[in-house]
């Protein structure tokens, strides 16, 4: 594993690279973990890199800016660098430059939204040298999407007393200052950002993980003639990651119900039709 680093200001956030030799190019998923930008989730790090490399997937990991470094567009431009590190050098990792998977979980999902649906505006490149469409990513797989922070303080109403005693923590970290254009939250509602410009999307929670957002988000898809396939399994438990699998868990959980526990091989199977491998 090497590292590349994706910020001149925060030495935290950099790409981890575990493309392996291969004599044909392969398909690549980048890996946003979750933690509500405020950690960054081991359960869907390694776990995740494990299962899509067995299935035959180059893997990078992006480790995001989070805590008080989250203020956008930083978060949004660590992703253009890094998915135009694996294009500009697929060659190099044995990746086909047209076949980059954003995969992410929880905070990393809407992390991976937001480039989806801005890779084309200016703001997604602003300070870099990528060259326009170098930052596309080709299909999200997301899992328990937030795709809106705007009603966050309503769900959640204990969350501001939480945060006054952890600056880390929240949402508020993601706004950033004047002219950034990311001074609100509905900024970062990815949900009306949807374009004939966004890649195709499988999306994938359980009933308890607030399903409606990734409804709202396959709808907008659908509107506007972008490919997807939603999945929200009826299960009691959230955060499903990989921690079903005795073999790969972080922190074993069998409860998760057996439906759950098939979005892995499935978005791999849909991943398969979209590249048409």
């Not at 992703?79 to 050098?89: F, L, Q, T, Y």
């Not at 490919?227 to 499903?240: G, K, M, P, T, V």
Request: hydrophobic share 35%; aromatic share 12%; charged share 25%.
């Amino acid at each position: 594993m090497k590292k590349i680093l994706l910020s001149e200001t925060n030495p935290d956030a950099y790409m981890e690279v575990y493309a392996e030799p291969s004599e044909k190019a392969k398909p690549a998923v980048l890996i946003y973990p979750g933690g509500g930008y405020y950690a960054l989730s081991d359960t869907e790090r390694l776990p995740i890199v494990e299962f899509y490399r067995e299935n035959g997937f180059q893997t990078f990991i992006i480790m995001y800016s989070i805590g008080i470094h989250a203020h956008y567009p930083d978060p949004l431009t660590e992703g253009s660098k890094a998915v135009w590190e694996i294009r500009k050098n697929a060659g190099e990792y044995c990746v086909n430059p047209d076949q980059i998977t954003l995969v992410g979980f929880s905070a990393g999902a809407h992390a991976a939204t937001m480039l989806a649906n801005l890779w084309h505006k200016d703001i997604s490149r602003k300070g870099t040298d990528i060259p326009e469409g170098g930052n596309r990513p080709n299909a999200t797989v997301t899992g328990y999407t937030p795709t809106t922070f705007e009603d966050f303080y309503i769900k959640f109403p204990d969350a501001m007393k939480l945060e006054l005693g952890n600056p880390e923590s929240g949402p508020k970290n993601l706004l950033g200052g004047k002219e950034s254009g990311f001074e609100e939250f509905s900024s970062m509602t990815t949900i009306g950002m949807i374009s004939k410009l966004t890649p195709p999307a499988f999306l994938w929670k359980t009933t308890a993980d607030f399903p409606e957002s990734s409804l709202e988000y396959a709808l907008a898809c659908k509107k506007n003639g972008v490919d997807y396939e939603l999945h929200i399994f009826n299960d009691d438990s959230r955060c499903a990651a990989m921690e079903f699998d005795q073999k790969r868990a972080v922190n074993y959980n069998p409860n998760f119900e057996k439906n759950t526990q098939m979005w892995p091989e499935m978005s791999v199977n849909w991943l398969r039709k979209i590249y048409n491998l």
